[in-house]
């Protein structure tokens, strides 16, 4: 890998599919042993722009590296120092865990590649199902799997397309464990993901709209930009006065947790008004969530 302070730079990327324009003027920029969750909705280019960032796909326009080689010219570099990991399980089902691993290691021409495939089955506890076919592993240990098969030639970057759909809340703990542990040796990754809980543990994020970048950051610079005020409150029929909120002056979001709404808005002393008007709910001012953040920002665009 090249030796540059940045992992991925890419500035303006553009791409598009039979005149259908999917992604618009894309930027971003990680450093080393970042971890970024990549966000939007189905649809919003998430898949493309991994695609174009591992050399999978060429973009129609626009200039970036990564790994210290340029995106539109040396994709065939980028290849060989990244692990990519498609959101479908896409090692081959009639081999055993062992021999997944093998093909991989032959593929990329390892060295010593059953020393090497002895140290990844140890580092994803992987021992007692290297002789199982991969189609009877569970959702979790075929994700393992995908990881370990991404990390037996060593790379820098790992960009991973909804790695844990699909899989139990214990195994997304696990394998979230697992990147930052990845992290601490330097390894950056880039992780597309639907659950919030997950973003809220990124060092970066990134939330794409119908193919732009809405927001990208750490955490506490998107709650900053929002500039979001919260109230939750609790009482009967919230159902219905939830309607009544979302007409009222200063209310910009209404949603439902649990038995509580959050209500939120930019403006404070409006928002306060509003709030004075129905002193018969329990009213408690809390700061807003990362979630509260991104809707703001989907509801202005």
Same mark, same amino acid.
């Given at each position: 890998?090249?030796?540059?302070?940045?992992?991925?730079?890419?500035?303006?990327?553009?791409?598009?599919?039979?005149?259908?324009?999917?992604?618009?003027?894309?930027?971003?920029?990680?450093?080393?042993?970042?971890?970024?969750?990549?966000?939007?909705?189905?649809?919003?280019?998430?898949?493309?722009?991994?695609?174009?960032?591992?050399?999978?796909?060429?973009?129609?326009?626009?200039?970036?590296?990564?790994?210290?080689?340029?995106?539109?010219?040396?994709?065939?570099?980028?290849?060989?120092?990244?692990?990519?990991?498609?959101?479908?399980?896409?090692?081959?089902?009639?081999? =055993?865990?062992?021999?997944?691993?093998?093909?991989?290691?032959?593929?990329?021409?390892?060295?010593?590649?059953?020393?090497?495939?002895?140290?990844?089955?140890?580092?994803?506890?992987?021992?007692?199902?290297?002789?199982?076919?991969? =189609?009877?592993?569970?959702?979790?240990?075929?994700?393992?799997?995908?990881?370990?098969?991404?990390?037996?030639?060593?790379?820098?970057?790992?960009?991973?397309?909804?790695? =844990?759909?699909?899989?139990?809340?214990?195994?997304?703990?696990?394998?979230?464990?697992?990147?930052?542990?990845?992290?601490?040796?330097?390894?950056? =990754?880039?992780?597309?993901?639907?659950?919030?809980?997950?973003?809220?543990?990124?060092?970066?994020?990134?939330?794409?709209?119908?193919?732009?970048?809405?927001?990208?950051?750490?955490?506490?610079?998107?709650?900053?930009?929002?500039?979001?005020?919260?109230?939750?409150?609790?009482?009967?029929?919230?159902?219905?006065?939830?309607?009544?909120?979302?007409?009222?002056?200063?209310?910009?979001?209404?949603?439902?947790?649990?038995?509580?709404?959050?209500?939120?808005?930019?403006?404070?002393?409006?928002?306060?008004?509003?709030?004075?008007?129905?002193?018969?709910?329990?009213?408690?001012?809390?700061?807003?969530?990362?979630?509260?953040?991104?809707?703001?920002?989907?509801?202005?665009?």
């Amino acid at each position: 890998m090249n030796n540059v302070p940045n992992v991925i730079q890419v500035k303006n990327i553009n791409k598009s599919f039979e005149h259908h324009r999917v992604i618009m003027d894309f930027n971003l920029t990680l450093r080393k042993g970042d971890i970024c969750g990549f966000l939007g909705p189905n649809g919003s280019g998430k898949t493309t722009c991994l695609r174009m960032l591992c050399g999978l796909l060429k973009p129609d326009s626009g200039s970036g590296q990564c790994l210290g080689y340029d995106i539109l010219d040396n994709s065939h570099e980028i290849k060989k120092h990244i692990g990519y990991m498609p959101q479908k399980f896409s090692l081959y089902t009639n081999l =055993t865990v062992y021999d997944n691993l093998d093909f991989i290691a032959r593929l990329y021409n390892i060295k010593h590649r059953s020393e090497k495939i002895k140290e990844v089955i140890a580092a994803f506890n992987l021992k007692h199902y290297k002789n199982l076919r991969a =189609t009877h592993l569970s959702g979790g240990w075929k994700q393992r799997l995908a990881l370990a098969s991404c990390l037996l030639h060593d790379p820098q970057l790992l960009l991973l397309d909804e790695p =844990t759909a699909g899989v139990d809340s214990k195994a997304r703990r696990e394998f979230w464990d697992e990147l930052f542990i990845l992290a601490e040796r330097g390894i950056t =990754t880039l992780v597309s993901t639907h659950y919030m809980d997950e973003a809220e543990r990124c060092t970066h994020l990134a939330y794409l709209q119908s193919g732009k970048l809405l927001v990208e950051g750490k955490i506490a610079d998107i709650l900053d930009k929002a500039k979001l005020y919260t109230w939750m409150l609790k009482g009967s029929n919230l159902i219905e006065f939830s309607r009544v909120l979302r007409k009222m002056p200063g209310v910009e979001l209404v949603a439902f947790f649990g038995d509580k709404l959050h209500v939120s808005g930019k403006d404070e002393e409006l928002l306060l008004t509003t709030i004075a008007q129905f002193n018969e709910y329990q009213w408690e001012r809390i700061p807003s969530s990362l979630e509260d953040a991104f809707m703001s920002f989907i509801g202005k665009s």
